[in-house]
């Protein structure tokens, strides 16, 4: 062969080995600015009241809603859990108001509910909740794609579209399963504030 026409092909290769490595890179970088533990603050959901928690670690996708009967958040009731595997960081997302984001992919792994008081289970199998009348105290049951009264959740497996704003350390995120959401409700008393270790 050649020896200029090899040293132009291996330099070719070189330049698509690095774009490669930038794209890869620039993909774990996204990934990396929302790894952590977000916050909701405690607030109010119809009678009850509740904090969320989101948990971002590698390609794992953890969102934890914490129900409570009191205003201050001090008496749980019940916690749900919606876990998402095979996270994937798409396209960048520039918000009007300010913040960057991105696009992002995830499938759903499991929802949980686990009652945390005797009255919550008695409630549970009174009105056999999600279709079930075999709940117990702290003992935790998958309700993905069961019905639960206003409606029925997710199923497993299935692939859901996100969108995420990032604000210095604050974060609003929306899942949709059909398309990317096109708002988000950015309001700062629902924003998700990172928490840093002490």
Known sequence: MNKVLYIILISLFSLTVISCAKKSDDSSSST????????ESCHADGSYYRINYLTVSGSN???TNDWYSDS???N????YINSYESLSIGDPITWNA????????TNLSDITYTSLTSDDVSWCNTNSYCGLTN????TTQSIAGKNCGSGTFWSK??????????DGSKLH???????YPSSLNTDSSRAWNKQFDL
């Open 98 to 105: 300010g913040g960057t984001g991105h696009k992002f992919t």
């Open 32 to 39: 990396t600015e929302i790894e952590g533990t977000w916050v």
């Open 173 to 179: 995120w929306g899942l949709n399963d059909e398309d």
């Open 76 to 79: 749980k009731i019940g916690k």
């Open 157 to 166: 497996g299935i692939t859901t579209y996100g969108v995420y704003k990032l």
């Open 135 to 138: 709940w117990e105290l702290n």
């Open 72 to 74: 201050s958040c001090t």
């Open 61 to 63: 996708f953890v969102e």
